[in-house]
C-alpha cells in the first residue's frame, strides 16, 4: 500500500471494457498525444497492454496513446487494469507512471500542479512522483505558494511544517534526559532526528533551539521555513566553491569567494573565541557581529530568489 489518500496499482484486477465507457487522461505532456506514436503503435501489429484506468471515474490513468492506437485499429474494447482511490489523486499516478518519458518542462509544471493541489505533500514525496530532486520541489513550493500547516512524506507520516513547538519540546527534554537518543526525543517531541541533532547542537552553543527566522515567523502569524538541519560545514563546502571555474575565472566570484573565506565560522568555533573579547569592544564586536550577520541573511535571501525566479 501507499501514502494514505494516493492511488495504488491493483494489478489483480484486469478486464475488457468498452472502449467508450472511458474517460480521456489528463496528460502530464505539455505537448499533449504524439499522433506519429499513436499510428507507430497501431501499425505495429504488437499485442497493447492493459490500459489504467480509475475505476470510481473510469478516467484513463496510464495509456491514452494505446487507447488512441485501439481505436485507431478499429478495436470496440480493450484490456483494463483498474486502480482505487481518490479522483484528485489521478493526476498524480498518471505522472509517476509516465515519468520516465518526460521532459524536465513536463516534471517541473506537472510538480507545480501537485504543490497547488496537494500542498500538504511533502518536497521528497511530490521528488519522488515526478522525478525530480527534492530541492527542486522545494523551490517550486516557494513559487507557486503551495505551503501547508503539515506536510505528508512518503512514509505516510504526518509532520508540521512549523516545527518551532516540537524544537522547544525537543530542547526540554535534551535539558532533562541529556542521555536520550536522538530517536527517543524525536518520537517524543513529534520533529526529525536531525532536528534534535540540531537543536542539541544550538543548546550546546549557548542559542535558543529555534531559529531566529522561525520566530519571527511565528511572532508575523505566518508559516515559518523549514529549518535546514544539515548544512555543509565551512571546511567542506569552500574547497568545492575554491574548484568551480565560474567562481575562480569571474570578477563578482572570486569576490565572492574573498568574503566566504574572510568571514566563514563553523557552528560553535566562536564560543572559544567569546571568553577572550576585551570587555571595553564586546559590545562593538557584537553589533559588527549582528550587523553582518543580517547582511549575509539578506544576501542569502536574495540567492534563493534569483533561484527560485530561474527556476520558474
Excluded at 112 to 130: E, F, G, K, N
Excluded at 153 to 167: E, T
Excluded at 193 to 211: E, I, Q
Aim: contains cysteine; aromatic residues 4%.
Amino acid at each position: 500500500m501507499g501514502v494514505p489518500g494516493t492511488i495504488s496499482v491493483g494489478a489483480w484486477f484486469r478486464m475488457l471494457i468498452d472502449i467508450n465507457a472511458l474517460l480521456p487522461a489528463e496528460s502530464p505532456r505539455l505537448g499533449g498525444f504524439s499522433e506519429e506514436f499513436v499510428r507507430s503503435l497501431a501499425s505495429s501489429g504488437a499485442q497493447l497492454r492493459p490500459i489504467v484506468v480509475h475505476r470510481p471515474t473510469m478516467r484513463v490513468v496510464d495509456g491514452a496513446h494505446r487507447l488512441k492506437a485501439a481505436a485507431l485499429r478499429g478495436c470496440r474494447s480493450v484490456e483494463v487494469e483498474y486502480v482505487d482511490g481518490p479522483a484528485e489523486d489521478v493526476f498524480g499516478l498518471s505522472v509517476s507512471m509516465n515519468v520516465a518519458t518526460l521532459s524536465t518542462a513536463d516534471r517541473e509544471a506537472a510538480a507545480r500542479r501537485l504543490l497547488r493541489s496537494h500542498p500538504q505533500r511533502s518536497d521528497r514525496a511530490i521528488a519522488a512522483s515526478t522525478g525530480l530532486a527534492a530541492k527542486s520541489v522545494g523551490v517550486l513550493r516557494r513559487a507557486v505558494g503551495g505551503q501547508a500547516a503539515v506536510r505528508v512524506g512518503r512514509d505516510g507520516k504526518v509532520r508540521p511544517v512549523n516545527s518551532a513547538a516540537g524544537r522547544r519540546l525537543a530542547g526540554q527534554m535534551i535539558t532533562e534526559r541529556p542521555d536520550a537518543s536522538l530517536r527517543d526525543i524525536a518520537r517524543a517531541a513529534g520533529v526529525s532526528p536531525g532536528t534534535v541533532r540540531d537543536v542539541r547542537r544550538r543548546l550546546s552553543a549557548g542559542l535558543d533551539p529555534v531559529p531566529e527566522r522561525m520566530r519571527a515567523a511565528e511572532r508575523a502569524g505566518g508559516d515559518a521555513p523549514v529549518a535546514r538541519t544539515e548544512v555543509r560545514a565551512p571546511g567542506a563546502t569552500l574547497p568545492i566553491l575554491r574548484r568551480d571555474p565560474s567562481l575562480r575565472f569571474t570578477e563578482h566570484g572570486r569576490l565572492v569567494l574573498r568574503w566566504l573565506e574572510t568571514h566563514a565560522v563553523a557552528p560553535g568555533e566562536w564560543a572559544t573565541v567569546v571568553p577572550g573579547v576585551p570587555s571595553h569592544c564586546r559590545e562593538l564586536v557584537a553589533d559588527m557581529a549582528r550587523g553582518c550577520a543580517e547582511a549575509w541573511a539578506e544576501m542569502a535571501e536574495a540567492l534563493e530568489r534569483e533561484n527560485q525566479r530561474t527556476a520558474v
